[in-house]
């Protein structure tokens, strides 16, 4: 209506960048409600406009306008940027990495101090090399315990197909199998940052919450189901081979994934309203999907950090990565409790100083982290 040429066509004028990742949702209608997914758009526009689905808020608005979308959809291509005509190709870590530019280096220190002000629990991860890890383990402090534990780690996705990992600030749900029980943790992501010694500490300040201890029935239910599903994906994707699951196996699989999703709509979890509420979409449409497990020996022991209590474990862990092949990490973890900004950096370089005491030097710190599996992404949506 301003200036009506031609050109002009589907373009909108924008505003910077800068805080954008307080200024959710995005798009000139509100469409995206993450930073991930406008990534994921523009990385094939063409693919994100064909399959966008119309959230729930939205349809009494717009279901008359479904009928125009396909010939829609072709005015907007034939409009686009020459430079955006073409899948740009990102791998998921360059994705994550540009999210991460997008959130870190574009937010205000202001914004970012205030998200960790209160007393949030802060975990800090340094990747070993195995000579580091068995420098640790050959001292570490006589009361550090040592437990054999299997973590499962669960998505959960809407109908729209958004995920609970992508809102920004990320959750996940796990369940942790040891001699004593099993237990069921929802975590969310307040405030995310890394810092390099050669890339490889990541710190992260977290509101942890174990749900629920699962009576033996269930966790033993989960846990058959979850093996089941994983040991039959992993006997045709792995380092050796790669070839395409029977129907035969991927029609029990996918019955073992239905099996899960009633044993966690069954249970009363405490945090089900909140997850509800932050992905806009009713508990029973919540889809929880299977995503890895990870097999860990630790030695865990606890410590006082400038006036936080620290607890450090010592981890040895065993996991697929996204071709199905098994690899084996080391790394060491710091969990402070009641972290502020006033003791963040004390206690994290105080536990830096006894890592160096106990043998640690900097060439032991050059291990390497595996992506999650993104191969149980990919058959899951091969199976619904």
Do not use: C
Request: hydrophobic residues 35%.
């Amino acid at each position: 209506e301003q200036d009506p040429r031609a050109e002009n066509l589907y373009a909108f004028k924008v505003p910077g960048l800068r805080n954008v990742s307080m200024t959710a949702p995005y798009m000139h209608d509100g469409a995206f409600k993450t930073l991930a997914q406008v990534i994921e758009h523009y990385d094939n526009v063409e693919a994100s406009l064909n399959d966008y689905v119309l959230v729930d808020n939205y349809k009494n608005y717009f279901e008359k306008l479904s009928g125009a979308l396909i010939g829609t959809n072709e005015l907007k291509l034939a409009h686009l940027s020459p430079k955006l005509s073409k899948k740009l190709n990102f791998v998921e870590s360059e994705e994550k990495a540009l999210a991460e530019f997008l959130r870190g280096a574009l937010t205000e220190r202001r914004f970012l101090d205030a998200e960790i002000a209160g007393d949030y629990k802060t975990v800090l991860r340094l990747q070993l090399t195995e000579e580091g890890h068995s420098k640790l383990l050959a001292n570490l402090p006589g009361s550090a315990q040592n437990q054999e534990s299997t973590y499962y780690y669960f998505d959960v996705f809407t109908s729209e197909g958004y995920r609970l990992r992508e809102l920004e600030t990320p959750s996940k749900i796990y369940f942790t199998q040891t001699a004593e029980g099993t237990t069921l943790t929802y975590r969310k992501q307040l405030y995310k940052s890394s810092s390099s010694v050669s890339g490889v500490i990541g710190a992260g300040t977290f509101e942890d919450e174990e749900i629920l201890s699962l009576s033996d029935s269930s966790a033993k239910q989960l846990h058959e189901m979850n093996n089941d599903f994983f040991d039959r994906l992993y006997t045709y994707q792995n380092d050796q081979q790669s070839q395409p699951i029977p129907e035969m196996e991927l029609s029990v699989m996918k019955n073992d994934v239905l099996g899960m999703n009633n044993l966690w709509h069954s249970l009363v979890l405490k945090n089900f309203e909140t997850i509800s509420d932050e992905m806009n979409t009713p508990k029973e449409k919540l889809f929880f999907a299977p995503t890895s497990t990870n097999s860990k020996v630790e030695s865990t022991w606890t410590e006082q950090l400038n006036d936080a209590s620290a607890v450090s474990t010592l981890q040895k862990s065993m996991i697929h990565t996204e071709t199905g092949g098994l690899t084996t990490t080391w790394s060491v973890e710091l969990k402070l409790e009641k972290v502020t900004k006033k003791n963040l950096s004390l206690a994290i370089d105080q536990w830096l100083k006894k890592l160096v005491d106990l043998g640690l030097s900097p060439k032991d710190a050059q291990g390497s982290s595996p992506s999650p599996s993104k191969l149980t992404e990919k058959v899951l949506k091969g199976m619904f």
